[in-house]
């Protein structure tokens, strides 16, 4: 802010050619705009050897009300006293593993892992991105050239949790078929949100996840009983999408995803669900606010 006033007054008293002062109007205006600014701190941060977790890149930590569910999930899950395991799927910058990795740092003394699967590739075919297809062209791009899985190691190093996550590179969908014989107390999805996608996460993750374990997953605006059908149907494909009935913005392919695997109302604490596993059937649970 220091640097801004100094050039504003250093512009006004000297400036006075009108082609000029154009010119380093425009330059301002860039230099303390808000993406410059989020470029410079992200570089800040990697130089400094900080996590960044801001717009830039698209590497925001998400909605703090479902983060803290997901500390009080482990909270309740470390009360036992075991080493708890956490398969995440879908990880981008690295912000939910390091959530689970601090609770269980802040609730279990540490003991246990969180094993995460992304493929740190595009998602979504050209014109299969739903109401916001710029920010899905940047977050191709950035896929593509790499950016954002090198994010993600920075930021877990970084927040010194480098020794509690384990990452795989790939699509869940060919990597969680190979841990078939693997048992996890939480499985997290937040990957791709197209309803194809999801149900086959689900699918694949109802048998990673041990007896009284918990699957669970992010990005469930609005469950299937309250949301309208043909909205539904005609937008499974898509990332996102806008309820006509509420105007509520949500993402069909994990609403119809969720319902289908389900066949009933899962427990939702403002987007974030949860399930336990009890023999072959997965029932609600209540997490304390």
Request: one cysteine or more; aromatic letters at 14%.
């Amino acid at each position: 802010m220091e640097a801004e006033q100094k050039l504003k007054l250093f512009r006004d008293k000297y400036i006075t050619n009108k082609l000029l002062a154009k010119f380093v109007n425009k330059a301002y205006s860039i230099c303390f705009s808000s993406y410059a600014a989020e470029f410079f701190k992200y570089h800040y941060c990697l130089w400094r050897n900080k996590p960044y977790f801001g717009s830039f890149l698209y590497a925001s930590l998400g909605d703090p009300a479902r983060r803290a569910y997901m500390d009080k999930l482990v909270e309740m899950l470390s009360a036992q006293g075991n080493y708890l395991r956490i398969l995440e799927v879908g990880s981008w910058a690295g912000g939910s593993a390091i959530l689970w990795a601090k609770a269980l740092a802040r609730h279990n003394a540490g003991k246990g892992i969180v094993f995460c699967v992304d493929p740190w590739k595009p998602y979504f075919p050209p014109g299969e991105t739903g109401e916001n297809p710029h920010i899905y062209k940047i977050m191709d791009a950035i896929s593509k050239t790499g950016d954002i899985a090198d994010l993600f190691h920075h930021n877990v190093n970084s927040s010194g949790f480098g020794g509690k996550v384990i990452s795989v590179r790939g699509f869940a969908d060919d990597c969680l078929p190979v841990l078939k014989n693997e048992q996890f107390d939480i499985v997290y999805i937040d990957g791709d949100h197209s309803y194809r996608a999801v149900l086959k996460d689900l699918n694949n993750a109802k048998g990673l996840c041990r007896e009284n374990g918990i699957l669970c997953g992010d990005d469930l605006e609005l469950q299937y009983t309250g949301a309208n059908k043909q909205a539904i149907e005609l937008n499974l494909d898509k990332d996102f999408a806008t309820d006509p009935d509420s105007g509520t913005g949500f993402h069909p392919g994990v609403t119809k995803a969720v319902w289908d695997v389900f066949g009933q109302e899962v427990s939702c604490y403002g987007g974030f669900w949860a399930m336990r596993k009890s023999g072959d059937k997965f029932t609600s649970i209540t997490i304390p606010g």
